[in-house]
């Protein structure tokens, strides 16, 4: 290789685009779950809720990569509601909510009812600092409502 050859890329140079597009959203995603979605397509708060959803679906251990990925709720969807139980599922949950850095748990509240677990929680949007209550309710016949 000459010395031309090898000090090329310092004579390239890349010019920024005159033409910059200003998008208002700060998160894009793909969804075919949501039928809130416009063309499949999900933005900031939805992007946000479906990726925790998603993670709620996952019974942990079922992640090939990451075997601690997902939630232990599903395992304990027929185990008597104990107070050790419950302090796993907030434990849980909590984890669950703050491995999203756009997340930040405020509050959880785990109850039992007849069918399964219900865990609603009080979650920050970081990049927005809006608060909102979320539900999620763990049915052993329906799976996640």
Known sequence: ???LEKNL????????SSRQEKIGRAYRGFST???????FSLYDFELIKQDLI??????????VSDPEFGTI?????????TPDVK?????????????DPRLSVNSIT???YEQGISVECSVTFLPYDISES???QFDQKNGLL
Not at 54 to 63: A, S
Not at 75 to 81: S, T
Request: proline content about 4%; aromatic content about 12%.
């Open 87 to 99: 302090d796993a599922i907030v434990d849980n949950v909590t984890e669950i909510i703050n491995f």
């Open 54 to 63: 998603n993670h709620f679906h996952i019974r942990q251990g079922e992640k």
């Open 33 to 39: 779950v949501s039928t809130e979605a416009k063309n």
């Open 110 to 112: 785990v109850d039992a």
């Open 1 to 3: 290789m000459s010395d």
């Open 73 to 81: 709720i599903w395992d304990l969807l027929y185990e008597p509601f």
């Open 9 to 16: 890329y310092k004579r390239v140079t890349v010019k920024p």
């Open 134 to 136: 979320l539900r999620f």
